[in-house]
């Protein structure tokens, strides 16, 4: 009975401003990191001989060997590093492992032989990362900010990139064309490097974006509702006193007492003349409320029906009415707990 009258109490009192001192301080952090991860998205690239080469996947050994030697070490001979990596790519097993977990990977991994082997050597950069982000998040969402409540969807929406980036990279189909193919139809693309570009622009996004959005106020004080709650109980206290002696003095009074009684034979003609419209049968019936007690009943021998077997007999809305009586009455007629 209290609740219409709390949620109207809590529709009318506005939310007091959230408290949000560390707003200041998350906006400096987020700076700090957004141009870090900048920083990483336009000078700490991947390394990728095929992209900075401009190089078709399938090029040839030489040609790799050529282009390196021509652009980067045009007079000394090529790091063991690079001549490694260089063996390694004679495989083509070894390219689209290079396409699906970027040329470090594949430089610095020597005991990776299958594509699990690679995967598990890419993971711990990529784990870090999402740890620094998730971290991050746990800053921006801390108490004080106004974010509190948005913790849990940026860490569902962190994890399900991070799933999604691995799923992808693991199961993403790589078909290498044959070395006759020229390098206007090499479209392939480099997975690895487009994953981390999307993963850092995640990572700059998604807390700006819950930084810049407005504050979520804060819940009214315990005490205001305490106050509202405690207000609405003296009311319908005083409203269940009154309906007691009111309805004492009704007796007592004979003019009070025939227009009770009036009243009362007026809304049971009603209710009866309501019960016997077909229209308002029909809907009940439509509704799952039927007022029949059962199929073949005639209006003479349902009353008789009902007062014999008690709730048997008895029409949907019927029972549905009566057991909202018991529960009141166990409820009502409660003892107090001690």
């Known amino acids: 009975m209290a609740l219409p009258f709390l949620s109207q109490k809590a529709s009318q009192t506005s939310s007091p401003a959230a408290h949000t001192p560390l707003r200041p301080y998350i906006s400096g952090l987020l700076a700090l990191y957004a141009l870090y991860t900048i920083n990483d998205l336009l000078f700490a690239r991947p390394p990728n001989l095929f992209t900075s080469l401009r190089l078709p996947l399938n090029a040839p050994q030489a040609m790799i060997h050529a282009a390196l030697q021509q652009n980067m070490w045009p007079s000394d001979a090529l790091p063991p590093t690079l001549e490694k990596l260089l063996a390694r790519l004679a495989s083509l097993d070894a390219r689209t492992m290079l396409v699906r977990f970027g040329q470090r990977a594949i430089q610095t991994c020597t005991h990776c032989t299958t594509q699990a082997d690679y995967a598990l050597?890419?993971?711990?950069?990529?784990?870090?990362?999402?740890?620094?982000?998730?971290?991050?998040?746990?800053?921006?969402?801390?108490?004080?900010?106004?974010?509190?409540?948005?913790?849990?969807?940026?860490?569902?929406?962190?994890?399900?990139?991070?799933?999604?980036?691995?799923?992808?990279?693991?199961?993403?189909?790589?078909?290498?064309?044959?070395?006759?193919?020229?390098?206007?139809?090499?479209?392939?693309?480099?997975?690895?490097?487009?994953?981390?570009?999307?993963?850092?622009?995640?990572?700059?996004?998604?807390?700006?974006?819950?930084?810049?959005?407005?504050?979520?106020?804060?819940?009214?004080?315990?005490r205001h509702t305490l106050q509202h709650a405690a207000h609405t109980a003296d009311v319908l206290l005083a409203r269940v006193h009154l309906l007691r002696l009111g309805t004492a003095s009704t007796q007592r009074v004979p003019e009070l007492r025939v227009r009770a009684a009036a009243f009362w034979e007026h809304e049971r003609g009603v209710g009866e003349a309501v019960r016997q419209d077909v229209g308002v049968r029909a809907a009940a019936e439509r509704a799952r409320l039927g007022l029949a007690t059962s199929a073949g009943d005639d209006e003479g021998t349902a009353p008789k029906q009902a007062g014999e077997d008690g709730a048997q007999g008895e029409g949907a809305l019927h029972q549905a009415a009566r057991g909202a009586i018991e529960a009141l009455k166990e409820v009502g007629l409660r003892p107090p707990a001690a």
């Open 121 to 222: 050597h890419a993971l711990p950069p990529a784990l870090l990362s999402y740890t620094l982000a998730a971290a991050v998040l746990g800053a921006t969402t801390a108490r004080g900010t106004g974010c509190e409540s948005r913790r849990g969807v940026a860490l569902i929406v962190l994890v399900v990139g991070a799933l999604a980036e691995a799923y992808w990279a693991y199961t993403v189909p790589i078909s290498i064309p044959s070395a006759r193919r020229s390098a206007d139809h090499d479209d392939i693309i480099m997975w690895h490097d487009a994953l981390w570009s999307l993963r850092h622009a995640l990572f700059i996004a998604l807390p700006l974006t819950l930084h810049l959005l407005p504050a979520t106020p804060a819940p009214p004080p315990l």
